[in-house]
């Protein structure tokens, strides 16, 4: 079930007031988990078993790390439980992909095969579950973490409903603490809960799905052909639709946490304010990037190893990074485009200009809109149905290649979107300092009130379809 | 909660819940009404309406059923399950083609489609609800769904046009509100047409031009190659009966320019007749029922809500006739 739609609402609700009045904190924290097996469930109840298993599994390895002290057993036993996680992972996501690969590649030698569709089903959420588990048991290994004792406690980790779907991806060490003790209710936290609930909900609903989609759906469909002006406008607005969708559910999910006593890692900070991509990917998708940073970068030797070596590792990365978000060669090579930019950009503050230091705001306004113009043109890539879709367009973005002069998308929906848009770019820009959302506890009660009644008339005055967030699908 | 929270809250709901009536009083003034609005999730909840029934009656097509045919009426004229799978604005062969690979269909499938609707260019048009059927119709999907067909069958601002950023485009772009829309639908799907409502010259001058277009655009495939295709179609007719079920293709009432244009550029003796002769489903048409002749078609190609139970009778009596339907159901 998704957050915008009633049945979580009216689940929401339900789950809020059982938990708050079970007074036993283990009961409590049951309830919690069992709950979020039901949410899970409500997308595909057989999938609730592979949950439930791998949970299992890793909790296990979990523990025979800690036990063991032979080395060489401990690295088997890591092996296996990275296996286990990325044979499922592979399996659900990826054998598709990679059989598509294949009969290609054999059509290119002059081999050729009917497509195979192999039915398989994505269960929802399994690229962020999987690399919870991985993180929590690559920390046990590493004895960066203690492994957990009880089995509900780490579950309730996994499974946790705001983040099992689409998270943000959170670490176990991060997150077992809190489980020890029971939250007293009386906290701000609800209130401010309640407010990025529906503030997360407001930028779903109201800008992702209502005010930008309609237009990066236009100019993205596949008979499409959009001029410079229009390829620009679809870029753009397909940034700031995949920001206002999937900060937006992390928003929710946050906020949902919050009602439950529980907090998660922030994982959108004003990504539009950044001055370069090194910083606007230390701002877009934190959970992910972070994480990737840890279990990916570093162990490959980031740039101990020399400059040429650390660039190779940053590329490699970004190209795995591709690969999480999509099973499609687009998603790849946006990946990869990325990490040659964050390449490149270490090479120019390097050898050219360190841009960062400019410390005039108007100065770096120009270059949040600089840096967010470069995110906008690589984002074709992740959004195009295809890479030739995504080369032309991009091409024309860039004038390599002269398109004819478009008008697909009516001039007042550019209009409204591209103003939209500024109003967002401009927040970004304003508060790319501010961080987290516990000023919104500091502001005085009209303000509060005033956050509360523009984010509530967003979703209130917006009925629409509910389309999936974006972010489902990996 | 901290005290300055409850009371920021408690505010904002006030203002909102206040904001929200005084809009819904405002359309209502405007003379706008409630109605369901159709997507796929209504579409699946009649398609698992199918899922276990014995016998169960599937009304396929577009909007010449959807909004002519009483699902209720007919579930009562013949006590067996009945679903609304007709789609406005798409052809059924799509829908076809998914009962046909349903071997628990062991039913009756009354296909409201033409010649044109008939063309393998529209097959697909259907696939898109059978896909959200097949692959995200959720649990979860289906509770949203029974909670959002009550609100919207009670307050018109749950209309998607009426939604801010709608209205905020309108505007910008210099138009009036929403079109009033002459269309009242009930949660089974039954949309009801209210010509009085409406401006039936404007409506029925856009469509002949819409038609003219169409025709001028896509132009018919020869009858032999129209006729060709079809041996797929009547090979799912005939999967469908060989385990028990039946299938009728029905042509509905059109008339004026409309029919005039159809019969030129689909001329029923080298298209409908020639299938109908090869066809392993019976086939009825409009013309040859004389149930069918009283009813008036205010845009030439759709009836009257108020004509629906009229119609849904006239239509149960020639099922009857054609031994489709048991006598007694009636």
Known sequence: MTFDSLTFAVFLAATWAAYWATPSWHTRKLLLLALSYVFYAAWNPFFVVLLVATTAFDWLMGRKLEGETRQPVRRVLLCASIAVNLCALGFFKYAQFFTNTAIDLARVIGITYRPIDLGILLPVGISFYTFESLAYVID?????????????????????FPHLVAGPILRYNDFDPQTAAPKPFA?????????????????????????????VDTLFAPDQHPGMAESWLGATTFSLQVYCDFAGYTLCAIGVALMFGFRFPSNFESPFGSVGMIDLWNRWHISLSTWLRDYVFKPLGHYRRGRLRGHANLIFTFFLCGLWHGAAWTFVLWGGLNGVLLVAERIFRDHVWDFTRVRSAPGRAALALVT??????????????????????????????????????????????????????????????????????????GWRTAVAVAALCAVVFSPGLNPAFIYFQF | ????????????????????????????????????????????????RLRGATNPIALLGASRIQFAVDRERVEQATGRTTAMLAV???????????????????????????????????WEMQQRWIDHYEHRWTYAREIHRLLLTPLQEYLVMMRSPFAWV?????????????????????????????????????????????????????????????????AQVSSWVRTIQARGGKVVFFREPSAGEHLVLDEKNYPRGEYWDAYARISPAPMIEFRDEPEFRSFVLPDTSHIDGKDIPRFTDALLAVLVRHGLIAPTAQ
């Not at chain 2, 401006?199 to 025709?215: E, P, S």
């Open chain 1, 372 to 445: 967010f113009a470069i995110f906008a043109v690589e984002a074709v890539m992740f959004r195009a149905h295809s890479i030739h879709q995504a080369a032309g367009m991009m091409a024309t973005m860039l004038g390599l290649h002269a398109r004819p002069a478009s008008s697909i998308v009516p001039a007042h929906d550019a209009r409204f979107a591209l103003a939209v848009g500024a109003c967002v770019l401009a927040a970004q820009i304003a508060t790319v300092n501010v961080r987290g959302w516990e000023w919104l506890d500091r502001v005085s009660i």
């Open chain 1, 187 to 215: 906290e701000t936290a609800q209130g401010r809960g309640l407010a990025l609930l529906f503030i997360g909900l407001a930028l779903k609903i109201c800008l992702a799905d209502l005010v930008f989609a309609p237009v």
């Open chain 1, 140 to 160: 046990v290994f590493r004895r960066r973490s203690k492994a957990s004792t009880r089995l509900l406690d780490y579950s309730l980790y996994v499974t946790f």
């Open chain 2, 166 to 230: 709608a209205l905020a485009r309108r505007e910008l772009a210099g138009e009036p509100m929403p079109f009033n829309d002459y269309l009242v639908m009930r949660p089974d799907r039954v949309g009801f047409l209210d010509y009085e409502r409406t401006d039936v010259a404007a409506i029925k001058r856009q469509r002949l031009i819409d038609l003219v277009d169409y025709y001028r655009n896509y132009p018919p495939a020869p009858p032999a190659k129209w006729l060709a295709d079809l």
């Open chain 2, 88 to 122: 406005n604005g798409a052809y059924p062969v799509a829908a076809l083609r998914w009962l046909a690979k349903d071997t628990s269909f062991k039913g009756l499938a009354v296909i409201g489609v033409d010649s044109r609707g008939l063309d393998r260019r529209h």
């Open chain 2, 1 to 48: 909660m901290a005290r300055r929270w409850l009371a920021a809250w408690l505010l904002a709901l006030v203002v909102v819940l206040g904001a929200a009536a005084a809009f819904e009083v405002h359309l209502r003034q405007l003379g706008y009404v409630p109605t369901v609005q159709d997507d796929e999730d209504l579409w699946s909840l009649q398609a698992d």
